[in-house]
Every structure is written in C-alpha cells, then in structure tokens.
C-alpha cells in the first residue's frame, strides 16, 4: 500500500532557495515539507558565495540590480537571524571586492562597468594599479587598475546550506529524502508530488524550488513548467596554509580574455576559485580544461596561488532562465508556486526570495519586490492573470 504524507506547503528542492523558502513558511505556521534526497545539497555545495550585487552588474539587467541589492540590504539581519536560530557561524564576511584589470582591454571594460555603476547610484572606487597592490600585495604587478567595491560581501554556501537545515528543523519542517518524480494536479490544482519511493506527498500549495531541475518535473503543464536550464560552473578550492596568511583580504575578480575568474578568501583558510559558464545540459565533469583556464587566468591575476595546496575540483548546475533572473511566485496552475531560475545569484538572493515567498504564501500575492520577477511573465499577455490567481 502507498503511504502519504500531507502538509500545508510542499517545497521541491532543499537547496539554499527551497530551504529558505521552507523555513520563512515554517516560521509563519504553515505545516511544511521539504522533498529532496539530500536536503543542504545541490548548486549550493559548489558555489563561492560571492554577494556581488555591484562587480556582477550587466548591462540590461538594471531590473535585477533593484532585486540583488535588496537582498544584499537584507543579508545582515538574516544572517544575524539564522545565526541566532542555529548558532552556526555562516561565513559571512563584509571584506568588500576588488575587480581588477589586467591589460588595455580589460581596463576598457572595467571602466565602462564603473559607467554603469556609477550611473545606477552604486558605490564604487577606481584604483590606479598602485593602489590595487597597496590593497592587496599579492595581485600581479601587471594589473592596471580595478574597482574597489567595498558593499559586495561574501558567505560561506556551505555553511548557509547547513545552517538552513538546522533552522527548518527547529522551525519544524519535514524532511521527506526522495526525489519528487511527478506532481499531481486535482481538479486544475497543483495538489502534492508522488515521490520515486512511492510516497504521495499532498499539499494546499507547492512550490517548485528545484534549481536547475525544476524545468523538468513530470505532470507539470507544458505552459507552466519553468524556462529553466543547467549552466555549468566548474570550480576549486586552495587552502591557504597560516604561514602565507594572509593571502588575500578580499574578493579578487577580473575579465581575463573574456572569461570570468574570481578568488574568494574565507577566513577559515579557503580560497575559492570560481567559475566556468558552460552549457553543456546535465554534464557535471571536472575537465582538464576547466581546471587549466580557471588557475591559468588566477595565476595572472595572483601568480602566488602555484604555491597553494589544491585540495578540491568540482562543478555544479545554475539553474539558468531566459533573462537571467529568478521565476518567483504564482503560476497559470493554481495551487503551483515557483522559486527558481535564480542563475548566478542565488545565495545573493536567499533573503529576498524567502521572503517573497512567505509573502505569497500568507496574501496569495506578489510584493512590490517581486512583481517583475513573476514566472508570467514569460507567457504571451499573462500579466493581467496575476491578479486573478488563486494561490
Ligand atoms: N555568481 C558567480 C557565478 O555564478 O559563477
């Protein structure tokens, strides 16, 4: 016989988007389960961490500026928040971000983003090289100028995930270790998933959280099921041994020939060196190739990393979306709620999306934050039916 199992709100995906979101709707009542074999797992495990509002600002993407910084003003009181529910130390460090330029091209490029930012309200400090290497000794005594950014901050992903698994179990969430394999709609009402161990799994609402999987839930309509793809990352992880300490005293990024690298120095000793793009479907391979770009741009940018131990290769998933912002909220099928297609700033956007969410699943509606980012948005003339969802 099936067993089954029913809640108030049922989260596909224990990521940082699907824990976060599982513990704003625990704190707020709602009987929630978490479906997912390895809830703490996923993109979370592999990212850097970088809050990077102001160095990762594109042109175009002026919307998702207003959505990454208020999520970055967020970060220190949900940082304080789950710290003080867990007592976990996440890693958060506001040590600020350099973004550097190595020759006449990247310079070009550095100054047209300091345009940008400085044209958008953003904090930001251009440095002659002089200064880079006053900042931090060990850059290349090639680099030739960069962006001193001192609002972009870092977290430890690792630990967030973590933390936010503790915290949904204090706040009372159920752990359900299955992958969700098919949803199941009732009556033209998202009403639960069937888990792969035959567990049926019912809610009042569901929400999609599935990162990079969540295009691809069985039952889902075709209309409905998120424009979600696997963007590839592959990065590494050094660790700094005390007597080069300290190796560097903040985030350190450049353009190099047209690829991002950046290194990102944890406190405990970590350095993260991050990231390919790649995309190349559900591949997760660390390739000789990525492993050489990565440390051959960081080793331009800061020639003494040869000298680290590298003690870990790994590459992880962003869920990607047409515009490379996240799907929030409702959707055309009542009852289904979306929190995904967060791309490159997931753990940027943890604060905002739980709350987001929380916001829906009490009012059945969208706060201003979020109205742009609703998953109708990729539906010809969908907008008017926002208002008429039932959530
Ligand atoms: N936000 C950094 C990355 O996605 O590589």
């Given at each position: 016989?099936?067993?089954?199992?029913?809640?108030?709100?049922?989260?596909?995906?224990?990521?940082?988007?699907?824990?976060?979101?599982?513990?704003?709707?625990?704190?707020?009542?709602?009987?929630?389960?978490?479906?997912?074999?390895?809830?703490?797992?996923?993109?979370?495990?592999?990212?850097?961490?970088?809050?990077?509002?102001?160095?990762?600002?594109?042109?175009g993407?002026?919307?998702?500026?207003?959505?990454?910084l208020e999520s970055a003003r967020r970060y220190p009181d949900f940082a304080a928040e789950l710290t003080e529910a867990t007592g976990l130390d996440l890693g958060y460090r506001r040590s600020g971000t350099l973004a550097v330029a190595l020759d006449a091209d990247d310079r070009a490029h550095l100054r047209e983003l300091h345009t940008l930012q400085r044209r958008s309200g953003l904090q930001s400090e251009w440095l002659n090289g002089r200064e880079c290497r006053r900042l931090e000794p060990m850059l290349?005594?090639?680099?030739?100028?960069?962006?001193?950014?001192?609002?972009?901050?870092?977290?430890?992903?690792?630990?967030?995930?973590?933390?936010?698994?503790?915290?949904?179990?204090?706040?009372?969430?159920?752990?359900?270790?299955a992958w969700a394999e098919e949803l199941s709609v009732v009556r033209g009402r998202a009403a639960g998933v069937r888990a792969d161990d035959g567990t049926g799994l019912t809610a009042g609402r569901v929400?999609?959280?599935?990162?990079?999987?969540?295009?691809?839930?069985?039952?889902?309509?075709?209309?409905?099921?998120?424009?979600?793809?696997?963007?590839?990352?592959?990065?590494?992880?050094?660790?700094?041994?005390?007597?080069?300490?300290?190796?560097?005293?903040?985030?350190?990024?450049?353009?190099?020939?047209?690829?991002?690298?950046y290194l990102v120095p944890r406190?405990?000793?970590e350095l993260v060196v991050g990231a390919t793009?790649?995309?190349?479907?559900?591949?997760?391979?660390?390739?000789?190739?990525?492993?050489?770009?990565?440390?051959?741009?960081?080793h331009e940018l800061v020639p003494g990393i040869t000298e680290l131990p590298l003690t870990e290769t790994r590459a992880g998933l962003r869920p990607g979306s047409p515009?490379?912002?996240?799907?929030?909220?409702?959707?055309a099928l009542d009852g289904l709620l979306l929190a995904t297609g967060h791309h490159r700033n997931g753990v940027l956007l943890a604060p905002?999306?739980?709350?987001?969410?929380?916001?829906?699943?009490?009012?059945?509606?969208?706060?201003?934050?979020?109205?742009d980012f609703t998953p109708l948005r990729f539906r010809a003339g969908a907008r008017r039916e926002l208002s008429e969802q039932t959530v």
């Open positions: 016989m099936s067993r089954t199992h029913t809640s108030d709100v049922l989260v596909v995906g224990g990521g940082i988007i699907g824990l976060v979101t599982a513990w704003r709707a625990a704190q707020r009542g709602f009987t929630t389960t978490v479906v997912d074999p390895g809830p703490g797992g996923g993109a979370g495990q592999v990212a850097a961490g970088m809050l990077a509002a102001v160095t990762e600002l594109h042109h993407e002026q919307t998702l500026l207003g959505l990454n290349a005594p090639g680099v030739r100028g960069g962006l001193r950014v001192d609002g972009d901050h870092q977290i430890d992903p690792r630990r967030l995930s973590r933390a936010l698994v503790t915290a949904c179990e204090r706040a009372g969430v159920v752990f359900h270790r929400v999609l959280a599935g990162g990079s999987h969540s295009g691809r839930l069985a039952g889902v309509p075709d209309d409905v099921l998120p424009p979600v793809r696997p963007v590839k990352g592959q990065v590494l992880r050094l660790t700094v041994p005390e007597r080069y300490a300290p190796f560097l005293t903040r985030t350190v990024r450049a353009v190099v020939r047209g690829s991002h690298v406190e405990d000793g793009n790649e995309e190349l479907g559900w591949d997760t391979t660390v390739t000789a190739g990525g492993v050489y770009e990565l440390l051959r741009d960081a515009d490379n912002a996240p799907l929030l909220g409702p959707t905002v999306t739980g709350d987001v969410l929380a916001h829906v699943l009490v009012s059945g509606e969208l706060p201003a934050v979020a109205r």
